[in-house]
């Protein structure tokens, strides 16, 4: 007996279709290995018919009212409420997250985010009218950028394409977004609940591979290209984009430094750190998973952390007492274990180190300690379950290490001392500074980074300034 697949589809001018071609991607459940739905691996007619729906609709939505955007966007945050167990269910399959984690830590921060947006569609600011010049008067003008080509990642499939299509509808634009291959599905169900609300053209989702991304990013239609995804990925949009000088937007990878100074409340960093490193199964550019500690307490910290670790558990989404779920795909289960099993002799594996089971793609909860700066797993973006520790003697040195990668996102400093605090919040390099906690974030405030991290960023008014462009109006008085 044989299951018949689940069919996804391209949403394309306020209708679901095929591929232009009929070409397919099997859709695979990371929880179980299993094939459970096909998608559309579209191609050049498809992402063609996906921008100029979105390039015809865009002059009708540029020109509705900050109020009645607010108003859409409430709607689809109601409307994302409402469904908000069809969009978990959508979600797990994509992800194999546990059930209850993506309840309870992805549908209220989205539904939030979009309010955000919403209010922050009136809420745009700039110099007041004045005459700058004896007999003129100036005025700014924010307007929308036009049509926006998305491109979400598979860590957060769902959360990621809120952070894209929010703050562009919000603003004035029109948006053909791209989930990643792996990850359609909860993409497809936004696409069925969105489009319910907003006029046709305005929210298109097309399915698809890298040369999907690469064909959107390179049409000549969008005014801006914005991924969220890995250094490689990004510094290929950037270079398409440069041909025709498209706006871009990159979110891209991380390596957070976690520095631990020796007067740290030892437990409760411990308890943070492992959550905050191993939530998502590590699969989070901010995740915490490079820890610097004062050498006066390293040994005690790594025991602690690796008990931790021993106790964390990775298994079923319908398991409560997991806090992950699997690795996303067999790449990425490959790449983890690859970092692993590449490690020289002078590092320790202290916990984990392993595949979990032979179903699915689940990896142990893993502390390598006896690391060097310039080890490729230090210096290389992980994404899996795997937390580092190093060891630092100063303040200087903690800094060294830290700001020591290519890539400048998110960073936490552990100390009760504030000056200290301030000190390394003004040194380290990245683009947030957690200080005695890591990961949390709110809709107000910026996320994005500086270096091989990307630039442009995402949630906060200044998230939504990067989908507006800038006029200046100039008239006489005479």
């Known amino acids: 007996m044989t299951t018949e697949l689940r069919r996804l589809r391209n949403y394309i001018n306020g209708e679901f279709r095929d591929a232009a071609d009929g070409?397919?991607?099997?859709?695979?459940?990371?929880?179980?290995?299993?094939?459970?739905?096909?998608?559309?691996?579209?191609?050049?007619?498809?992402?063609?018919?996906?921008?100029?729906?979105?390039?015809?609709?865009?002059?009708?939505?540029?020109?509705?009212?900050?109020?009645?955007?607010?108003?859409?966007?409430?709607?689809?945050?109601?409307?994302?409420?409402?469904?908000?167990?069809?969009?978990?269910?959508?979600?797990?399959?994509?992800?194999?997250?546990?059930?209850?984690?993506?309840?309870?830590?992805?549908?209220?921060?989205?539904?939030?985010?979009?309010?955000?947006?919403?209010?922050?569609?009136?809420?745009?600011?700039?110099?007041?009218?004045?005459?700058?010049?004896?007999?003129?008067?100036?005025?700014?003008?924010?307007?929308?950028?036009?049509?926006?080509?998305?491109?979400?990642?598979?860590n957060y499939p769902m959360m990621m394409a809120v952070w894209k299509f929010a703050p562009a509808l919000a603003a004035g634009n029109t948006v053909v977004l791209k989930p990643s291959d792996t990850t359609p599905a909860s993409t497809v169900l936004m696409a069925e609940i969105i489009g319910a609300i907003v006029p046709k053209g305005v929210f298109n989702v097309i399915c698809g591979d890298r040369e999907t991304g690469r064909a959107m990013v390179e049409h000549p239609t969008p005014a801006m290209a914005s991924i969220t995804g890995s250094v490689r990925a990004g510094m290929q949009v950037a270079e398409s984009a440069s041909k025709d000088v498209k706006r871009v937007h990159l979110e891209l990878g991380g390596k957070a430094p976690v520095v631990v100074f020796e007067d740290t409340d030892i437990a409760k960093a411990v308890e943070d750190i492992a959550v905050a490193g191993y939530f998502n199964a590590g699969q989070d550019c901010t995740a915490a998973t490079r820890v610097l500690v004062h050498e006066s307490i390293h040994d005690e910290f790594v025991a602690a952390l690796a008990k931790a670790a021993s106790e964390t558990r990775t298994g079923q989404p319908d398991d409560e007492d997991?806090?992950?779920?699997?690795?996303?795909?067999?790449?990425?289960?490959?790449?983890?274990?690859?970092?692993?099993?590449?490690?020289?002799?002078?590092?320790?594996?202290?916990?984990?180190?392993?595949?979990?089971g032979d179903k699915g793609y689940f990896y142990a909860p893993t502390v390598v300690s006896g690391l060097k700066q310039d080890d490729e797993i230090v210096q290389n973006e992980v994404f899996g379950p795997v937390i580092t520790v190093q060891s630092f003697t100063d303040e200087a040195q903690a800094l060294e290490f830290a700001n020591g990668v290519e890539y400048a996102l998110a960073s936490s400093v552990w100390t009760k001392d504030h000056a200290r605090a301030m000190r390394m919040s003004k040194s380290l390099d990245f683009g947030c500074v957690w200080i005695n906690t890591h990961i949390p974030l709110v809709a107000e405030m910026p996320h994005g980074g500086y270096k091989k991290s990307g630039y442009g960023k995402d949630l906060s008014a200044y998230g939504f300034e990067d989908y507006t462009r800038i006029k200046h109006v100039m008239t006489s008085l005479g």
């Not at 015809?56 to 939505?61: H, L, R, T, V, Y």
């Not at 002799?345 to 916990?351: G, I």
Request: charged share 25%; with cysteine; aromatic share 6%.
């Open 23 to 154: 070409r397919t991607i099997d859709v695979i459940n990371p929880a179980t290995g299993e094939v459970y739905a096909t998608s559309p691996l579209s191609g050049q007619a498809d992402v063609d018919a996906a921008m100029e729906a979105a390039a015809a609709a865009f002059p009708a939505w540029r020109d509705t009212t900050p109020a009645e955007r607010q108003k859409v966007l409430l709607k689809i945050a109601d409307a994302f409420e409402e469904r908000a167990e069809d969009l978990i269910a959508a979600e797990v399959e994509n992800t194999g997250k546990p059930v209850a984690l993506t309840a309870s830590e992805e549908i209220p921060p989205m539904v939030d985010q979009i309010r955000f947006f919403a209010g922050a569609a009136r809420m745009l600011e700039g110099k007041s009218a004045g005459e700058y010049m004896e007999g003129m008067t100036s005025i700014i003008r924010r307007e929308p950028v036009g049509v926006c080509a998305q491109v979400a990642p598979w």
């Open 322 to 356: 997991v806090l992950y779920g699997p690795l996303n795909n067999a790449n990425q289960l490959n790449q983890v274990s690859g970092f692993i099993d590449r490690l020289p002799a002078h590092a320790k594996v202290e916990a984990g180190g392993h595949r979990v």
